[in-house]
């Protein structure tokens, strides 16, 4: 069905006083109503030819009428579906169907139909919208809804009213998104250069404190591909998840990087080799020393020398065809650099240090992974989890305390949603084409837009 849509707008514009800002303030301002306008022409049009088609078989092949008119059968117990697609017209409905809509509330005019077979009473248009019975809003109210809520925090968004919902409303879509029994399916690990874990805290329901935990992966592109997000899952579970999506990896062709968090030191130790956080070794080796006793200033070069020795710069370009006395002075740093890190744990135990060398020697043998992999196949894997802890502020920022707190399904549900939509947003976008059924079935385009020439020259 091919129509058109005449709109005729007027302005009254003052001459020499008019400035652009001001016109396309205004037209901003009728954008919304102008397509709610719209959308009520299209529907009422769709109404109309859905009828036509129902009630003049005579016209109307029943390869016109297929898709159209399904209703459950009149008084039937099970509730299952009439075989008519016969109707007679009945007028329209008393009162219109309320809708919420991206561009606000749609009042729609609905038409009744009876069913000659059956005799129910039913509105086919709702039936070829794949609108539900009780369905109030379309599922690009939702879309933007919780873009919005990625974008912020529930109460500011609420706040500053950019959207006609109710703090509760917002909550019930967030807690309603199929977003957690997406996004399943295995990953492809031939591009990936690392694996990082980490947890964070986050305020739930009675004022208890839950546990956010995140995988991702690295590409070795540098991108972020997200492998789950989990609510107070223990990690042996959250391994096996991983593990079910990772299933080709072969064992340690990539490293798994996390920041010494309790429970993760042989997390995917048969597909990944692990290794400390370049960042947070040198960090925990400085709260060692001070549970040993020493001062910041005397702990200090210490902590520096670490830095120092797990900073080997590997470098750029193809390994294939990299110079081999380029691969033999990244070797002897390494090994230089490990036998000075063993120099200094029997130095520690010398000086009475037992925390500090304790917590050295439990990470020596994780400091250079990255550098061993890069020795065995050139691939070249990052060294801290700052990428994981860029997006957990990301979670953090959204993550605020409300009235009621955070469910477990909230939690996991919104953390997802931030990292695939920021860091896969292909496959956020199909994800939401398929959710909302764009398969190119409605088409609008601007034909003209015409200008009467002014009456008064």
Known sequence: MEQEIHITLRFNLATGKAGLNEIVYKLKELRDPLMLKILEKVLMSY????????SRTDIYPSKARKGLGRHIRKGDP?????????IRKRGHRGRPRNFSTVFGKLKLPLRVAECRNCGAFYSPLLSALKVGRYARRETNFEHEVIESVIDTNYRRLIDGRSIDISLGGIHN????????????????VEDLSAIMADGTGVKQQEGRKGELRAVIGITKAGR?????????TAWPEIERNIKERIKEAEPYNIPFIYDGE?????????????????????RGLYHSLWQDGLKKKYSQPETDKI???????????DFEILKEEDKETVKSKYESSKAEIKELIKTFREKGYKNGASYLENISDRLFTNIEIWLKTGVIAPKTTSLLERLFREIGRRLKKIAWGWSDKAVTNISKM????????????QYWKDKLGIKGYFDIEIMSVNLPSCKHF
């Not at 931030?418 to 976008?429: A, G, H, L, N, T």
């Open 47 to 54: 109404d109309d030819l859905i009828s036509e088609c129902l």
């Open 78 to 86: 099970e509730g299952r579906f009439c075989r008519g697609r016969k």
């Open 173 to 188: 879509i967030v807690i309603g998104s199929d977003i957690d029994d997406t996004f399943q399916k295995p990953v492809s």
């Open 224 to 232: 972020v591909e997200p492998l789950g997000s989990f609510t107070n």
């Open 262 to 282: 309790p429970g993760l030191d042989d997390f995917l130790a048969d597909v990944a080799e692990s290794q400390r956080c370049a960042w947070h070794g040198p």
């Open 307 to 317: 830095k120092q020795l797990i900073g080997i710069e590997l470098p750029e370009g």
């Open 418 to 429: 931030i990292m695939i939509r920021q860091y896969s947003r292909d496959k956020w976008e």
